[in-house]
Each structure stands twice: as structure tokens, then as C-alpha cells.
């Protein structure tokens, strides 16, 4: 059964609009009217973490960034989880505060930035966590 909807519906991996006008992904299914459940957003959710968690280590050393505290380790991953790859290697003084362990300036970075500006209070959770480790 699967192998033949899977046949008749064909796999996306973006939204897309069927030709009933709804907003679908995947193998048909409909965004518009079904939406996903929370098991499913949360398996969307851990695959997203684990791709944050490693473009982190593309970002900064696999050793120094292994060496991090779990709560620096979780504001990074926050921030790259927010922000994505593209746009995290334009904070450039972030990264190379993070990578001086300069925490206040890290800190202090991040609230020059747009980033800020967009989500203030979790940028300044991040903020904090960064500079208590």
C-alpha cells in the first residue's frame, strides 16, 4: 500500500501546492488540513538539533567545541538552530569571541546584531547562558 500511494503522490521535501490548493509535503500529505502531529514534530525537531549540533562543529574546532560547557553548548545550539548555517558564519566577531573564550564579548556580540533585534529574549537567555557557561 505504501509503495503505491508513495508511487501516485510522488515525494517532495518542500511545501508545495497540490492541485487542490493546499499546501502539501512529503507524499501528499496535507498541511492545509491535517497539519503533523507533535510525535512527528518532534522527530522533525530532534533531526534539526542534530544538524545544528553539527554545523556547530564545522563552525568552531570538534575539540574546543566538545570542551564547552553543556550550557554554552546549548546556547550555541539554540542560536544556530534559530539562525542556520548561511547566516551564522556572518557573525564573524561571535565566532571569534566564542573561539577566544571571551564570554562577555561573545555576549555582547550577539546583542549587536540583528539576531537580537528579531528575538530579543532568547537572545538574551542565550546571552546569559553564554557568559555564566
Excluded at 10 to 21: D, L, N
Excluded at 23 to 52: C, F, H, P, V
Excluded at 99 to 116: G, R, T, V
Amino acid at each position: 500500500m505504501k509503495t503505491y500511494i508513495k508511487e501516485n503522490e510522488g515525494y517532495r521535501s518542500k511545501p508545495y501546492k497540490c492541485t487542490a490548493g493546499k499546501t502539501t509535503i512529503g507524499w501528499g500529505r496535507n498541511l492545509s488540513d491535517k497539519g503533523i502531529s507533535e510525535y512527528e514534530a518532534t522527530i522533525m525537531l530532534d533531526s534539526d538539533i542534530n544538524d545544528a549540533s553539527a554545523d556547530l562543529r564545522r563552525v568552531f574546532d570538534y575539540e574546543d567545541f566538545e570542551t564547552l560547557s553543556f550550557n554554552r553548548k546549548m546556547a550555541l545550539t539554540d542560536w544556530m538552530f534559530n539562525c542556520g548555517l548561511r547566516v551564522a558564519y556572518t557573525f564573524k566577531k561571535f565566532i571569534a569571541a566564542i573561539k577566544a573564550k571571551d564570554w562577555e564579548e561573545a555576549a555582547l556580540q550577539l546583542k549587536d546584531s540583528n539576531y537580537y533585534n528579531q528575538v530579543t529574549s532568547r537572545a538574551e537567555k542565550n546571552m546569559d547562558l553564554i557568559r555564566k557557561g
